[in-house]
């Protein structure tokens, strides 16, 4: 039987391991917590969501959506532990995450083919092993990393949402509905009007943030502050997270001038989770600007917002085709260390990475579409880039489409022949 090492049980690597074991691969899976835990973790169960528990938009014409297709299609154990925990959340998927890791922690220790070691590693790998030791990797083992890859690990911080107490929100001041009615009572929406806006804008730009420590350096664009795009002009919220188009105040027929949305965080619906909310501010500052939010004003936090590091390498100089390593044949790094970004996308490298590595063992060449979001995502990390950051899927990762369409039409192009070509190339590959 194959035998393979896994480093990380987070999203990427417990996909990784799962797909490697479905295809009779005897997987050893590292995980280092609960003995050694992160700034961010509270659980040392596997696949433990520390941000937001939004996975985004399940739509077709979206490039989220489409990229849950893709993983559905190519069985992934995180889309099916996702859909068996999913909480309401409009057109978006989101999950109870308690529900979920439990859910994934389950499945992977239940797997003959699975052993789940909880201990830190301290070694590199040898071949055959893909690294998935997520954007907290452990200060030992960046260093392990970095002297066997010979560059520096790169950083980048991002920051995690306020989760509140239901019971602590004046729902008489909110009310329920979707953008657009899309997905129906799924947010609870708190309105503001110019006044009540200007006064939370003006003390948010002047509250007291965390300190930086000497080696941050800067945040994700697609993952900024709350604080840090309020500094960027008074009306910037307005296009972002307070964004009242589409939804219109059922007490008053009007849409609101600004709209903080609340989504349920648990499937009992008695945590909510401040939609787009991601701060670096202190927690006393949090709870005492984000009670100046109409229907807050006694709001009581489950948790506040932190701010944790994420590291990611230097991808375009040390990996080829689907992660693997140059300098080490054998050997993957898969998820946000990889330098993809986002839940989903760092689920998609572990099984794109799985799926190589146990091509690489049987004799099959695994390349995946370019059509793909899974193979677009695999392609960019090999892209010379002196100034490499994480990346999203997205639709402009994929081949331009060169029928003159409106922007919804050509996203439903760019999705269906994605998934026509991976269903030709799953027939063949598998």
Known sequence: MLKVTVIGGGLAGC?????????????????????TMTPAHSTGHLAELV???????????????????ELRQLNSLIMECADAARVPAGGA????REVFSRVVTKRIEENPNIQVRRQLCSEFPLPPAIIATGP???????????????EGMLSFYDAASPIIDASSIDFSKAFWGSRYGKGGEDYLNCPMDSEEYKRF??????AKTVLKKDFEKG?????????????????????????????????????????????????????????????????????RVFRLIPGLEKAEFYRFGVMHRNSFINSPKL????????????????????????YLESTGSGLVAALDLWGKLTGRDVALPAETLLGALANYTLRPNPNFQPMNANFGLLPPIEAKLNKKERRKQYSERS???LLVWVKYFE
Request: include cysteine.
């Open 15 to 35: 996909e990784a391991a799962w797909q490697l074991a479905r295809r009779g691969c005897q997987v050893t899976l590292y995980e280092m917590r609960p003995q």
């Open 51 to 69: 941000c937001s528990n939004s996975l985004g938009a399940s739509n077709l014409d979206s490039a989220g959506g489409l990229l849950k297709a």
């Open 93 to 96: 998927l989101a999950v109870d």
């Open 136 to 150: 907290l990797t452990d200060t030992a083992f960046a260093r392990v990393l970095t002297d066997n890859l010979g």
């Open 201 to 206: 804008w003006t003390e948010l730009i002047e």
């Open 219 to 287: 945040f994700f664009e697609s993952c900024l502050p709350v604080e840090v795009l309020a500094q960027r002009g008074a009306k910037t919220l307005l296009f972002g997270p307070l964004k009242p188009v589409g939804l219109l105040d059922p007490r008053s027929g009007k849409q609101p001038f600004a709209v903080v949305q609340l989504r349920r965080e648990d499937v009992n619906g008695t945590m909510f989770n401040m939609v787009g909310f991601q701060t670096n501010l202190v927690w006393g500052e949090q709870k």
């Open 319 to 342: 990996l080829v085709k689907n992660y693997q390593l140059k300098d080490f044949p054998g050997v993957y790094v898969a998820g946000q260390l990889a330098g993809v970004e986002g």
């Open 419 to 421: 998934l026509k070509s």
